[in-house]
């Protein structure tokens, strides 16, 4: 990787130099590029339902799909390259799907007739949305190239990508984007003339995010490891902070989906951390739910283990034990005890108890149904764990397993759960600990309610099979 000097920078247009001096910070600075947009389709929408005297329940339906679709498409999102003719498939594709559901839903109710259905005012509207789009887009990249709206930017990697997108933003200010500086940590003594300053190492980066309120980050070709970054950036995701990446082989990547462009270079915008999902709060309600169904309708069971448990193992049914969760907290984690250790050292350092001769025949059935864990709902009803997520670990292996292994530390960015994508692959009890870490990493940055709905009834399954 070089860096833009000399013959290089020389070939770059004069133009006016980067301004680092923010404005004064704003919701509606931030994101009032969506929020035109979307206001303006709803205006218009709803001028037109009024100028075609189509005031009516089907308009209404209409216009819900429409928004709809444009939100699932994309189109709503804040994007660099506003360009009408690039949207125009999307948003025509989108309009018919709200057309045909709107004829849909009205045969369904015995209300379609076709000398009755509104072409010529649906035509006619179609024209309009594309023609106020069209203004739109012209509205938001001069209220961006005036610094009115836009976001404050860090790039990550001073090489020739980095600098190169530094002179294209330069050049394109329409873009919303507002460099700030870079962050790098390139060799000592080497000679490069940047076009921003160089903020400090890509180790600093949650803390030069927070310093320069930084809603943006670009990560461009550094000059470290890719792999060293993937922890850096992991410990971004509690920021309210937007990043994307130079794809590898960046020549060779179309511009589709979730990727956007800076000049002649392609970006992948990162997946939005689980936590600020706007259905994360739904996965608690979720918890609580279910924990306190489970708990009423499984009483008589919880009961019957607890009075074996007693009888056959004696006083203490309930084992606690301390655990990491979430951010590294502890808490104290509960299941029916299958073997009583010498003392506290034991139980916090002694990996495995499978073999161990004192447990029990009640204890063996306890741990291979996995029924020793079903006190844990009480956890995860006061909070301190969920239904699904990375089992919970002790605080002895913990400081172990980070010092050996890659991002084992990144699975405590979710709350802890009671079963888990690697468990759910068989890495559970004595496995692999690297691949828990990776499946479980995994899970967090691809999840979803759904995933956890999949993970749930394959623990089912499991658990039905007398897998464990």
Not at 334 to 347: A, C, H, I, M, N
């Amino acid at each position: 990787m070089g860096t833009l000097t000399g013959q290089a920078a020389a070939d770059t247009p004069e133009v006016p130099a980067i301004e680092t001096a923010a404005p004064t910070r704003g919701y509606l600075r931030r994101n009032g590029g969506p929020l035109l947009l979307l206001t303006f389709d709803i205006l218009t929408l709803a001028v037109m339902a009024l100028v075609t005297s189509q005031w009516r329940l089907s308009t209404l339906v209409f216009a819900v799909i429409f928004v709809a679709g444009l939100a699932q498409g994309g189109l709503y999102r804040s994007r660099f390259t506003l360009s009408i003719l690039n949207d125009l498939p999307a948003i025509s594709g989108r309009f018919l799907m709200a057309a045909g559901l709107t004829l849909l839903a009205l045969d369904l109710l015995g209300k379609y007739d076709v000398g009755g259905v509104p072409l010529l005012a649906w035509g006619v509207t179609f024209v309009v949305i594309i023609a106020v789009r069209t203004l739109s887009y012209a509205f938001i990249r001069y209220m961006r190239s005036r610094r009115f709206l836009g976001k404050r930017m860090l790039i990550v990697g001073c090489g020739l990508v980095g600098t190169s997108i530094a002179f294209a933003l330069r050049r394109e200010r329409a873009c919303g984007l507002e460099p700030i500086g870079f962050i790098d940590s390139p060799p000592e003594g080497m000679d490069y003339d940047l076009p921003l300053p160089l903020l400090g190492p890509t180790e600093e980066l949650p803390e030069l995010i927070r310093k320069h309120d930084a809603e943006y980050v670009l990560i461009a070709y550094t000059h470290q490891p890719g792999s060293d970054l993937v922890g850096i950036i992991r410990e971004c995701d509690r920021l309210p902070t937007s990043i994307a990446v130079v794809p590898r082989l960046f020549e060779l990547t179309p511009v589709k989906g979730n990727t956007d462009a800076i000049s002649d270079i392609p970006l992948v915008l990162l997946r939005r951390p689980a936590f600020r999902s706007p259905l994360w709060p739904l996965k608690r309600v979720t918890d609580i739910l279910i924990s306190g169904l489970a708990l009423v309708v499984l009483s008589p069971l919880l009961l019957m283990l607890a009075i074996v448990d007693r009888i056959v193992d004696g006083p203490q049914v309930i084992f606690r034990q301390e655990r990491i969760g979430i951010d590294g907290r502890t808490f104290e984690l509960y299941k029916f005890r299958s073997l009583r250790p010498v003392d506290e050292t034991e139980s916090q350092t002694n990996w495995n108890i499978k073999h161990d001769d004192r447990v029990s025949w009640f204890g063996k059935l306890l741990r291979k149904s996995s029924l020793d864990e079903l006190p844990q709902l009480f956890n995860i009803l006061r909070g301190d764990m969920s239904i699904v997520g990375p089992r919970p670990e002790r605080p002895h292996f913990v400081e172990q397993f980070e010092k050996l292994y890659p991002y084992y530390g990144s699975r405590s960015r979710v709350p802890c759960g009671l079963t888990g994508w690697a468990q759910i692959h068989g890495l559970r009890g004595d496995t692999s600990i690297a691949g828990r870490a990776r499946y479980d990493n995994f899970y967090i940055e691809n999840w979803s309610l759904w995933l956890d709905f999949k993970i749930v009834l394959r623990t089912v399954s499991s658990l039905t099979r007398g897998s464990g």
